[in-house]
């Protein structure tokens, strides 16, 4: 079966990725990743993670991904023979002197090469093959009719992004935010130069409206059109974006495409209305518009926000269970919601259940009609068994 690859920036979301259907996840570690922003695991974290995964017979990938220059190998050896001692099962790498340097330091941790080298053709990636990798991660640059003609020509596994952030440059080879606030994009700094919004001049003259400021940001990856194409081409992990996202985000995305995954397996074909059920399921979570990349083998201005808000910020998740005692859920309030809210309750096993709220206490046993204090805890009869980490959310009627 092909694997689903989730992102993970710390402990407790790659925990929460594997609990919802990824059969890997990919993290990153305190340096020489492309995440510098992200919480990342120091070297104890990644032993936890490592035997949480293989216990349940799931693989971690470490991110070493990001552009080196000289000054930026400070360490790497030693860095490699932890990776290699705790157990991990690859790296992503981007960099040709990372192939020999794993070689010698962590020769038995799979070598996997980053979206970042742009492999976009069979000849690079048989190329890689002879030098050793196991995996090659195709640049999102590739069409579906290309990736079929890749797999079809290979005998490496293929790795293809099926969802998230998609860069304005190639493969994000890129140097806005370098320029503009002197973070490097490629050793881990990027401030998405082009998402923020700009007033454009021709000759020292402003031509933008001065009410629609101009972005030139990518609309995101969603390839729920793509998947059983990819399923039967051959690819062997299908990837999704996002190792600055929330808890909730990477819950729900990953589990809609493994039930996707699991459905395609078990009946062999998706119609339109499936896949517009499972593209509902993941407007639940996303929070900017997506698209379908260069999948459909097209990219005009369609597929960029120009003029159009880039984020569509979402407060739909609202609590979370701490635990369930005699019908009684304990739960973490996240965003605002009151007893009339139209709820449902989604989780490892449990699967979109409606709940409408009767009664709420505090912890002081007061009666609440509302909850709007984050991170406080709440008390609701719930008659269907709900667990430890289970989310609820608005529903949209």
């Known amino acids: 079966m092909i694997e689903l690859l989730a992102p993970s920036k710390d402990l407790k979301k790659a925990k929460v990725a594997i609990d919802h259907g990824a059969d890997a996840v990919y993290i990153g570690g305190k340096s020489f990743s492309l995440r510098s922003r992200a919480s990342n695991f120091g070297l104890d974290e990644i032993d936890e993670i490592v035997k949480y995964a293989h216990k349940r017979g799931k693989k971690v990938y470490v991110t ?4 080196f220059h000289d000054d930026d190998l400070k360490g790497i050896r030693q860095y490699l023979n932890d990776l290699d001692r705790i157990g991990v099962d690859a790296l992503i790498i ?5 192939i020999e340097l794993m070689k010698k330091e962590a020769p038995h941790v799979e070598i ?30 590739c069409s579906m009719d290309e990736i079929e003609v890749i797999a079809k020509r290979v005998d490496v596994p293929l790795e293809v992004f099926i969802h998230g952030g998609m860069c304005s440059n190639y493969s994000g ?17 990027c401030a998405h130069s082009c998402r923020w919004r700009y007033e454009l001049y021709a000759d020292d003259e402003l031509v933008s409206d001065k009410d629609k400021l101009f972005s030139m940001a990518s609309k995101d990856l969603r390839a729920t059109a793509f998947i059983e194409r990819m399923i039967k081409s051959g690819v062997a992990s299908l990837k999704i974006e996002g190792r600055m996202k929330s808890e909730y985000y990477i819950a729900q995305i990953t589990k809609t495409y493994r039930k996707m995954i699991d459905e395609i397996y078990a009946s062999g074909h998706l119609d339109e209305e ?22 459909d083998g097209i990219f005009n201005s369609d597929k960029q926000i120009y003029e159009k808000e880039a984020a569509m910020v979402t407060h739909d998740f609202v609590g979370q269970v701490l635990d369930q005692v005699d019908g009684i859920a304990k739960v973490e309030v996240r965003n605002r919601f009151t007893i009339d809210d139209d709820l449902e309750v989604f989780g490892p096993k449990v699967d979109n259940e409606s709940l409408k709220i009767k009664e709420m206490y505090d912890e002081d046993h007061n ?12 008390y ?18």
């Not at 070493?64 to 552009?67: D, I, P, Q």
């Not at 980053?114 to 995996?135: C, D, I």
């Not at 059920?277 to 979570?285: F, L, P």
């Open 64 to 67: 070493v991904n990001m552009v």
């Open 94 to 98: 981007e960099s040709f002197a990372m």
């Open 112 to 141: 996997h090469i980053s979206t970042q080298a742009s492999s976009l053709n069979s000849n690079t990636v048989m190329t890689y093959k002879r030098w050793g990798v196991n995996r090659v991660v195709l640049g999102r640059e």
């Open 173 to 189: 080879r890129c140097t806005l935010s370098n320029r503009m606030c002197l973070r490097d994009a490629n050793r881990g700094g």
């Open 274 to 295: 499936r896949i517009r059920y499972y593209d509902s399921e993941i407007a639940k979570a996303e929070n900017r518009i997506s698209d379908n990349g260069f999948l």
């Open 367 to 378: 009666i609440l009609t509302l909850a709007n204090k984050p991170m406080s805890i709440v």
């Open 380 to 397: 609701i009869p719930i008659a269907f068994r709900v667990y430890k980490g289970d989310m609820i959310r608005k529903v949209s009627r």
